[in-house]
């Protein structure tokens, strides 16, 4: 049996079903291509603010974070502006920046997760209109019941699987790419840990004259 010819006997659950089968594929092909840490953590980019703060250049460093717009140059401008507050109230101050980040590296994901917990439903759904064909099949009792049978069942089992087949894969690439989101704000606040040393050291006597 053709795989075309499978899944038109699915009936017209398999509409809703490829439909988010394709919107589940375009979340984690665009995810995939932004959560790289290239992306975020860029070696020129991190040795050029670092160069900028070791030398206390700081309205240099807050107009090169404003050039390379980015989770990463968000979070060390944040740094920059709020180096004069006290440490507690600059740590909730990064810490409220970084969850928006997070927020931002995580966009598409409640929508895959949607997908992952409503595709076997909808699976379900087909199974229950197939169950219903069979049944009034076998209580009408005319001439093509095994025919009739047959489309029943297949619809039924057809459905389900498809479900079952979005929502597997999908489940673990979920879970991979919101565990990758999380990984990156990691490596970017044990980046920016360094930069607040850098920030926070004490001025040497040179430093204080220059001011």
């Known amino acids: ?37 290239g992306q975020f953590l860029r070696p020129e980019v991190v040795s050029a603010l670092s160069n900028l703060l070791s030398q206390r250049e700081f309205d240099r460093a807050l107009e090169y974070c404003r050039r390379h717009r980015g ?9 920059i502006e709020n180096r004069e507050a006290p440490y507690d109230e600059l740590r909730e101050v990064l810490e409220d920046t970084g969850r928006h980040q997070l927020s931002g590296l995580q966009r598409g994901l409640p929508a895959l997760a949607t997908i992952v917990a409503g595709s076997p439903l909808l699976g379900l759904l087909g199974t ?11 209580a009408s009792s005319g001439g ?12 039924a089992l057809v459905t389900t699987a498809t479900g079952l087949i979005i929502a597997i894969p999908a ?17 970017i606040e044990e980046q920016l840990l360094d930069f607040l040393h ?14």
């Not at 989770?71 to 740094?79: D, N, Q, R």
């Not at 093509?144 to 069942?153: F, K, Y």
């Not at 489940?171 to 490596?187: C, P, S, T």
């Not at 850098?198 to 001011?211: D, H, M, N, T």
């Open 128 to 138: 229950v209109v197939g169950m219903i064909k069979i049944f009034t099949v076998v």
């Open 171 to 187: 489940l673990f690439v979920h879970a991979y790419l919101e565990g990758r989101a999380v990984e990156i704000l990691e490596d």
């Open 144 to 155: 093509a019941v095994t025919e009739q049978l047959s489309a029943g069942i297949a619809e």
């Open 1 to 37: 049996m053709h795989i075309i010819d499978i899944l038109i006997s699915g009936g017209l659950v398999m509409i809703p079903l490829g439909l988010l089968s394709l919107a589940a594929l375009t979340i984690v092909l665009e995810r995939l291509w932004v959560l790289r840490r």
């Open 71 to 79: 989770p990463f140059t968000e979070l060390v401008a944040t740094l």
């Open 198 to 211: 850098l920030v926070r050291r004490p001025r040497k006597p040179r430093e204080e004259q220059a001011s």
